[in-house]
């Protein structure tokens, strides 16, 4: 049993699925692999701008220190900053850290020195520093209120009677050490991505909403099409109009009137079949019949027996005839298919090998003769052999006993390749040229079947690009049947 296209043998029940949801869930599958993406993106985005605009503040604390008027710094160094503090700074702290909490004004961390001498240690970290910190910014792992993790740093100093030295602090050496509350950072780079994803994700209901729809009117062309395919007319010889909208859609429209063509092709070789075994067995039929009511009405022996004999003739006739037009079925059904290089001199070799025992058989002669070199045409090897057995069971069959028949492959000079069937029989056929359905002639006043084999051949011929010739044979035969290709179907 065959099975349907892309269908496994073990396959079980297939369930249909909806199209447009096929493709909606791919679609909408593809927007939120998206949006993850963006989810992504905007976390690394918002981690690095919170690390820009934390280095920024950085910076603008420690120049705004380094720019504050200081009185001169006392001289006992090393000792708590608290009880060094000049005036001001107090009010510096407030300026610095009082402000409503949110995360785009974090909490500074300060430390300063005058001179070398620590002034002002905001939050009592300085035990925990290096000895030695390079300017500019840096991370460092500190322990805050029980909690150690990596603080950003940023280092600057003014230099010795520099520009940031005022009336009231000539000469003096600043330095200052200025700190990000990193929960802050993380807290600032967390609100940068919601604000980018947020709106995404409530974008994505829509977004699905918008998916289906397009699709479903996207679909609508292939719905109109998959109309017009269900009110094909087959056996009218209805195809679809070429010329499609879309592209696509043109690819598919041609695909399927190519199978249209092939179902078409098909129905004409089951209409043209039935139609020959009608033609072609009513009349061994007939003679069946005549010859069976000859056999049960006559009351001699002799001529029953004699009926029954046709009887059985009639039979085997009948069914010759019915192989051949199963041929002609199989040969029509084999058209169109990819041709090879086929060596005429090898194919007529093996038909007339298969023909040899026959020939003992009826008490007749076959004879090949062949050139020593390959004569190759561009054909179907199965149709070509089909068509020369055709040829040659012709000859043998309708000829009587001592009958001698050749079969010769030649090539001129002009490059014509002939593949002939010679006999030298006593059958008379008429002059009819060999067309489709053509009966050449009779044969002891029964049909000879010939009609039908060189129907077979002939269009055979046809698909193969030769033309089937009948010919007086030269001495001694007296018919040829001979296929002929020209230049420009033979190859080298």
């Not at 950085?58 to 120049?63: E, F, T």
């Not at 994700?201 to 829509?206: G, H, K, R, T, V």
């Not at 017009?228 to 909208?245: E, H, K, R």
């Amino acid at each position: 049993m065959e099975q349907p296209v892309g269908v496994g043998r073990e396959a079980g029940p297939v369930t249909a699925r909806s199209f447009w949801r096929y493709l909606w869930a791919w679609a909408f599958g593809a927007v939120l692999a998206l949006w993850m993406l963006l989810a992504g993106l905007s976390f690394s985005t918002g981690y690095h701008e919170a690390d820009e605009i934390g280095d920024g503040l950085l910076v603008s604390a420690a120049q705004l220190l380094l720019n504050q008027p200081w009185p001169s710094a006392p001289d006992a160094p090393g000792v708590d900053a608290g009880l060094l503090q000049p005036a001001g700074i107090e009010s510096l702290s407030q300026v610095l850290n009082e402000h409503p909490s949110m995360v785009y004004s974090p909490v500074f961390h300060v430390l300063l020195w005058v001179d070398d001498r620590l002034v002002w240690d905001s939050h009592g970290v300085h035990a925990q520093l290096p000895q030695q910190l390079p300017l500019g910014h840096q991370t460092l792992r500190l322990t805050m209120q029980g909690s150690t993790q990596e603080w950003r740093v940023y280092v600057a100093q003014s230099p010795r009677g520099g520009p940031q030295a005022s009336g009231a602090d000539p000469g003096n050496l600043r330095r200052v050490v200025v700190f990000l509350d990193p929960a802050r950072r993380e807290a600032l780079a967390d609100d940068i991505a919601e604000h980018i994803v947020l709106p995404a994700l409530f974008f994505l209901p829509l977004a699905a909403w918008m998916l289906a729809s397009a699709i479903r009117r996207g679909l609508l062309p292939l719905k109109r099409l998959s109309g017009q395919i269900s009110t094909l007319d087959i056996d009218a010889g209805q195809m679809l109009v070429p010329q499609q909208p879309y592209q696509e859609l043109g690819v598919t429209v041609q695909a399927i009137n190519h199978l249209v063509q092939r179902l078409q092709a098909q129905l004409e070789r089951e209409r043209r079949f039935a139609a020959d075994v009608a033609h072609e067995l009513r009349t061994p039929l007939t003679a069946l019949v005549l010859q069976a009511r000859l056999a049960s009405d006559s009351p001699l022996a002799s001529d029953k027996t004699q009926a029954l004999k046709a009887v059985e003739q009639g039979a085997r006739q009948a069914a010759r005839i019915l192989s051949q037009l199963l041929d002609l079925a199989r040969a029509q059904s084999l058209q169109g298919e990819q041709c090879d290089p086929v060596d005429l001199c090898a194919l007529a070799h093996s038909v007339v090998s298969e023909h040899a025992a026959l020939a003992h058989e009826l008490g007749q002669d076959i004879a090949l003769e062949v050139p020593n070199q390959a004569l190759l045409v561009n054909g179907q090897a199965t149709l070509l052999a089909l068509a020369l057995r055709n040829l040659v069971d012709n000859a043998l069959r309708h000829n009587p006993a001592g009958t001698f028949v050749e079969v010769r492959v030649a090539q001129d000079s002009a490059g014509t390749l002939r593949l002939s069937v010679s006999d030298d029989g006593s059958e008379r056929v008429s002059e009819a040229p060999c067309g489709p359905g053509t009966a050449p002639g009779l044969v002891n006043g029964q049909a000879s079947g010939l009609g039908i084999g060189l129907t077979l051949v002939e269009r055979i011929a046809q698909s193969q690009g030769a033309q089937l010739l009948r010919e007086p044979g030269a001495g001694p035969f007296g018919k040829r049947f001979v296929l002929i290709w020209q230049t420009s179907s033979s190859l080298a």
